[in-house]
């Protein structure tokens, strides 16, 4: 069967969109509101903080590093019996959590079991969505990203509730449940062959042809540089808020105003980079950019409306540079290499952003401020945006053929603001 | 004395009559001090002598300096029987001669106490006693009455002892560990535990049984460990310090629930999901076949509109062109 020559820019590409709403939300949502629980484990195991945050940590890094497997898997046998069985793989991870009895018994099932169900369901969605569209693409990713700033608004409360009602237990058993509508969400995603698809061969092919790719090697290495930076405000701002002499109450509420800026940054980056000729590598340098300025300004302002204006700056750039930064990847190595480039992406990406926050946290403790740490950030950030102006095709006026598959590595950040935010999130 | 009646008699008694009314004197010198300790004048309250054990007891210094027209209390922990130094300042407006100043226990006057007057307009009193036993904490008032009454109130009670306020939430077969901390205490002399059924207390005993184990990290918390929960192990369960001067204890709330009570909800969520997946399946199954069925229908004009070339090309002997 022939496959299209174009991808259908709308149709049922609007159910692939909910369902990635979905999806991030239940996956990303999940990981960011888990700082709810962070407290529940800590009294329940009597451990200290820093071994139960290596739940959140261990689920993080398994969902990452296991990209390129869920991807090579959806390029042989289609994004949804994939993405369907990581949904089953996950509810069953949170499933066996409920009788966890010792920390271990958590960091298996949570952080390994539905680790991997999340690095099943989360790449392939995104890998997909971007082969329904071509023209608006970056909307579309932009749409469907918004779930994971929703989410983490409506799960943190939800949580609470949840613990107040069932403790840690009945709370696991009913967010396993709630994990099962990532199963839904695989039934959504439709199949769909593109012309290119029969050229790349399969999943062995495309890997190597992508690691011989230049200007994918380059983006990698950009995205892991960016990835780096991006999340410290996220771990250490209400830290840094603090050292100022805020409230805890305030600098919450700081965070939740990055995170709603967040929000209609990715929905309005989303909309302009479909909307601007030309590459959208362009568009990414300029948002990455702008988030390294404002990282860095972090340490210079004192007073309290500067910080606010930063944070809102930060929270627009950041959110705008994600839905941006999967548009590049299918211009970059064309749909038919999407799965395997975005799993690639991905899993290198991580390792920016594990090195990242403790980095981060290692100047603090040397220095004995954030200056340090948010300067670094923002500098890793602009070396990154730096590193992008090496792309092909990055000067010219005319967009890269459409038909080329390029969007890969915005989820992998994605995951990492689920981190910093949980931590953020480790109140009560 | 005894009456004379011969020279080496009376000359016996009067050698020996100084050196006993010495002796009389003072014997009833003694007797008289022995009259005075049982004079009810005394200033302490509880019947002890004032200067008794005063190396086992700690001083407690406490002031308050009463603003204008204002009353203001003060709270005082104690644990351990303490001497007490209150000390209160006022500062009066106008002319200190009118000026009435009194201590107060609740509305019962108080004795003992002293006043001094510093520089133009201040007044300083100053009420010592001994606290030892638990009937003797509550409220100690000094009174100033100028044209308006105003006190400074010493609230003299035991440590509070804290648990968790909401309740705590468990399963059947679960452990769980129930904390009581008493702040800003040393530590108490006793802790306890009870279980309360309505209003009857049921002490809790460790050693009897494996279910329950008493631990506490320092001597200002306890913490008591249920294990292998079941249901009626719900309910109200009370913590108790025990100080030299005094009790006090908190409540806290266990709910033990069964594995049933979020399973119903477990199964809905589940349900509606594999609900969700049905209908989006049938749906593309449902929406293929609609398709099939419109191809069908245009092959069949596509035969019919080769049949009308076929012809119309045999009538009028031109290449023949096929319609897509």
């Avoid at chain 1, 261990?58 to 990581?86: E, H, N, Y």
């Avoid at chain 1, 950030?377 to 010219?396: D, E, N, W």
């Avoid at chain 2, 100043?101 to 100053?126: A, C, I, Y």
């Amino acid at each position: 069967m022939a496959g299209r020559a174009e991808p259908p820019d709308g149709g049922w590409g609007w159910m692939v969109v909910l369902s990635a709403f979905f999806q991030s939300a239940l996956v990303f949502g999940v990981l960011r509101s888990f700082g709810v629980f962070f407290v529940e484990f800590v009294s329940a195991f009597e451990e200290q903080a820093a071994r139960v945050s290596w739940i959140a940590s261990i689920g993080i890094a398994v969902q990452q590093f296991g990209s390129p497997i869920g991807s090579a898997l959806s390029t042989k046998f289609g994004p949804r019996p994939v993405v369907m069985t990581g949904g089953i793989l996950a509810a069953l991870g949170m499933l066996l959590a409920s009788f966890a009895t010792s920390l271990t018994h958590l960091y298996l099932s949570i952080g390994l079991l539905s680790g991997s169900g999340w690095a099943l369901t989360f790449t392939p969605t995104l890998a997909c969505l971007s082969r329904y569209f071509s023209r608006r693409r970056s909307l579309a990713m932009g749409l469907a990203l918004t779930g994971v700033g929703l989410s983490s608004f409506a799960f943190a409360p939800l949580f609470q509730w949840l613990l107040n009602r069932f403790a840690w237990r009945g709370a696991l058993l009913l967010v396993s449940a709630l994990s099962c509508h990532l199963v839904a969400c695989g039934a959504l995603l439709r199949p769909l062959s593109l012309a290119e698809d029969s050229a790349v061969g399969g999943p062995r092919a495309q890997l190597t042809s992508l690691l011989h790719h230049g200007p994918f090697l380059r983006y990698t290495v950009a995205l892991t540089l960016i990835n780096t930076g991006y999340f410290i405000p996220y771990v250490h701002l209400v830290a840094h808020l603090q050292d100022l002499g805020w409230d805890p109450l305030p600098a919450a509420f700081l965070l939740s105003v990055a995170a709603i800026s967040d929000l209609v940054g990715r929905v309005a980056s989303g909309w302009l980079g479909d909307a601007v000729p030309g590459p959208v590598a362009r568009l990414l340098m300029l948002w990455t950019t702008l988030t390294g300025v404002s990282l860095a300004l972090f340490p210079v302002a004192q007073a309290p409306t500067a910080l606010v204006v930063l944070a809102v700056a930060y929270g627009f750039t950041s959110g705008a540079l994600t839905p941006v930064a999967f548009s590049v990847l299918p211009e970059l190595v064309g749909t038919g290499r999407i799965y395997c480039g975005l799993g690639l992406v991905q899993m290198v990406e991580s390792i920016g952003g594990l090195l990242g926050a403790p980095l981060s946290g290692y100047l603090r403790d040397v220095t004995g401020n954030y200056t340090a740490s948010f300067m670094v950030a923002g500098a890793f950030l602009l070396v990154g945006s730096g590193v992008l102006i090496t792309l092909p095709h990055f000067f010219s006026c005319f967009s890269a053929p459409t038909s080329r598959p390029q969007e890969l590595v915005i989820e992998a950040l994605d995951t990492k603001v689920s981190l910093p935010k949980e931590e953020g999130l480790g109140e009560d | 004395m005894l009456p004379g009646r011969g020279a080496p008699g009376a000359r016996a008694a009067r050698t020996l009559l100084p050196p006993l009314l010495v002796l009389l004197a003072a014997a009833r010198g003694g007797w008289a001090d022995g009259a005075s300790t049982e004079s009810p004048f005394t200033s302490s309250p509880v019947g002890e002598g004032p200067m008794t054990n005063y190396s086992n007891l700690s001083l407690e210094r406490h002031n308050i300096t009463l603003p204008e027209r204002s009353s203001v209390q003060k709270q005082v922990i104690l644990e351990s029987p303490s001497l007490m130094y209150l000390t209160c300042k006022f500062t009066a407006s106008g002319n200190l001669t009118s000026v009435c100043v009194t201590w107060k226990r609740g509305d019962e006057p108080l004795k003992n106490f002293s006043h001094t007057v510093e520089g133009n307009s201040t007044v300083r009193t100053q009420y010592n006693f001994t606290i030892v036993n638990s009937k003797q904490l509550g409220n100690y008032s000094c009174v100033f009455e100028d044209r308006k009454e105003q006190r400074g109130t010493f609230t003299i009670q035991v440590p509070e002892v804290k648990g968790k306020k909401k309740p705590l939430i468990t399963y059947v077969g679960d452990s769980t560990v129930l904390v009581c901390k008493c702040e800003k205490c040393v530590g108490p002399s006793h802790w306890t535990w009870y279980r309360s059924n309505g209003s009857v207390q049921v002490p809790i005993d460790a050693n009897m049984s494996a279910k329950y184990v008493i631990s506490g990290a320092h001597n200002n918390e306890t913490k008591l460990k249920l294990m292998n929960l079941l249901e009626e192990d719900g309910g109200s369960y009370w913590c108790r310090a025990v100080f030299p001067l005094g009790e006090s204890e908190d409540q806290q709330e266990l709910v033990v629930l069964s594995f049933l009570v979020p399973l119903k909800p477990f199964f809905a969520i589940i349900a509606e999901a594999v609900l969700l997946v049905a209908i989006i399946l049938l749906f593309e199954v449902y929406t293929q076949k609609r398709k099939k069925h419109p191809d069908d229908g245009k092959e069949f004009e596509q035969i019919e509109q080769l049949k009308s070339d076929d012809s119309n090309g045999l009538e009028n002997n031109a290449p023949r062109q096929r319609k897509k």
